[in-house]
């Protein structure tokens, strides 16, 4: 019954959720990465996914406790200038056959320039001058020791980071600690889900949205790597996972293998889950022996090719593919065609006034094993885009609080928006129509729409209203009323 309980009460969600009537969009920022808030879009316009812009290596996994098979990687940003990022580290296979993994930590304070602190806490090949966090211990909790920062209102300042580790069949344990470096086992040091596969990035985050812990884990299905979903009131007590589905145009997407989900809330969007995921392509080959023997890739390595995709959740079981393509192609080089590479990273951060950064390990199973730094626009995952010809996209009916509608855009210098708000049924709204709307030009993350010279739209702060956008040689990344 209690654990019944906890699953009803993580079901009872905000009314962002809600199917009927009109879309009660608040204050909040709405991401063009779905069709959530879309009615229909004609002319010279989609909706299109936007690819990241590869910045470089910006971490080497060249410690002798770390290299070729490094993975499992997490991204946080604690504050403005404190972010880490936890990953697996692991070399080889020994001589005797066995696996030593160890759970690792860089920091930075930009995003972009990153150091391995030498933290003192583990032995590790004779010194204590190392990054290691946790060091390999039973049921495999370094394979895969996936940490978050709680932001759930009130947590104890002692467990202020959380997270969880483990494989089966023994599950996944978690742990807590103030500094996230010094970890301590929970739960009795019992694991705390224990139905799953778990041979993967196991991920949880505390969902502002749904008042409630929700962890992403791997789990096997029907000869597919697929994602479940187990929610929580306290990181302890967890329902057993429900197997995701994914959606595309309103229909089950075809079945495809994610191997690591990366699944967490947008930072500017928190009941927007993004998740930069591992598609993993099994037996789909690439390289000659000779050409993985040249970048000196395990022979276990070279016979899959992986890369990464976008999806998305506003809660419950559901991903939506909105784009079924790649999101992040691999690179050019053999060294990026090898099975498990282009493996994204968990987490998304902002490196830039206008800038965020998603991050893949490369190199996988070789000698220069890394981490990259691929960068977007802020909110720019996705776009309603138009051509030179020119488009249009409708909202479905909404209620909104605030005074200014907001715009993340970007034109050329002939194209441009305008903004009409209309009733529910399409009509245009007395002093808000295409007329007295001044047109939007320019590239710009926080652009206010001005009607007849003023930004104000107070007056319609809580009726239902559509949107209308005439869009020409223009992107709409996201959109927002504020006050």
């Known amino acids: 019954m209690k654990r019944l309980s906890l699953f009803l009460l993580c079901l009872i969600v905000s009314p962002i959720f809600a199917a009927d009537g009109p879309i009660d969009l608040g204050a909040r920022r709405e991401l063009m990465v779905d069709r959530f808030l879309i009615d229909s879009i004609d002319g010279d316009a989609a909706l299109t996914l936007n690819r990241p812009k590869d910045r470089g290596i910006v971490l080497k996994f060249d410690r002798p406790w770390e290299g070729h098979f490094s993975l499992y990687i997490t991204m946080i940003q604690v504050a403005d200038d404190d972010f880490r990022v936890y990953y697996r580290g692991r070399r080889d296979y ?18 972009i320039h990153w150091t391995k602190p030498n933290l003192g806490i583990f032995e590790v090949n004779g010194t204590k001058d190392n990054n290691v966090v946790l060091e390999q211990g039973s049921h495999g909790i370094t394979h895969n020791f996936a940490p978050l920062l709680d932001t759930r209102p009130g947590v104890p300042k002692s467990e202020r ?6 494989i089966a069949p023994h ?5 807590v600690s103030e500094d996230g470096f010094h970890w301590k086992k929970v739960n009795d040091a019992k694991p705390v889900i224990t139905k799953g596969a778990f041979d993967s990035q196991n991920l949880a985050f505390w969902s502002e949205a749904e008042n409630c812990y929700v962890c992403y884990l ?18 302890i007590h967890w329902n057993d996972p429900v197997e995701m589905e994914i959606i595309h145009d309103g229909q089950p997407a075809t079945p495809e293998h994610i191997y690591i989900n990366q699944t967490a809330a947008y930072f500017r969007a928190p009941h927007i889950y993004i998740a930069t995921a591992a598609r993993f392509m099994p037996g789909r080959r690439v390289l000659t022996d000779e050409q993985a023997k040249d970048i000196g890739v395990h022979p276990s390595y070279f016979g899959d090719i992986s890369d990464g995709v976008l999806m998305t959740s506003r809660g419950g079981n559901k991903y939506d593919r909105t784009f079924m393509e790649g999101f992040i192609r691999p690179g050019i080089g053999y060294e990026n065609w090898v099975s498990r590479t282009n493996y994204p990273a968990c987490g998304v951060v ?9 991050y893949v390990d490369n190199n996988y199973g070789q000698p220069t094993n890394c981490l990259r730094r691929y960068s977007l626009r802020l909110d720019g995952f996705a776009s309603v885009r138009a051509g030179y ?11 909104f609080k605030g005074n200014k509608l907001s715009l993340n855009f970007a034109t050329s210098a002939a194209g441009g928006i305008r903004v ?12 808000f129509s295409f007329k007295d709307c001044q047109e939007v030009i320019g590239n ?40």
């Open 94 to 111: 020994g001589a005797d056959g066995a696996v030593t993994e160890r759970a690792c930590v860089a920091l930075s304070k930009d995003g």
């Open 444 to 483: 710009e993350i926080d652009r206010k729409v001005r009607f007849n010279g003023s930004e104000d739209v107070s007056s319609l702060a809580g009726k239902p209203i559509r949107i209308r956008f005439q869009l020409k040689d223009a992107d709409l990344y996201a959109l927002q009323f504020v006050e």
């Open 171 to 175: 599950g996944l344990f978690a742990f």
């Open 420 to 431: 009409q708000l209309e009733t529910p049924d399409g009509k245009p709204i007395e002093g």
């Open 389 to 399: 010809d020119g488009g249009q996209m409708v909202t479905k009916p909404l209620t």
């Open 161 to 166: 980071f959380k997270a969880l580790g483990g």
């Open 350 to 358: 902002q490196t830039g006034p206008d800038e965020m950064s998603v």
């Open 218 to 235: 791997r789990v096997a299905r029907k000869g597919i790597r697929w994602v479940a979903r187990a929610t929580s009131k306290d990181f």
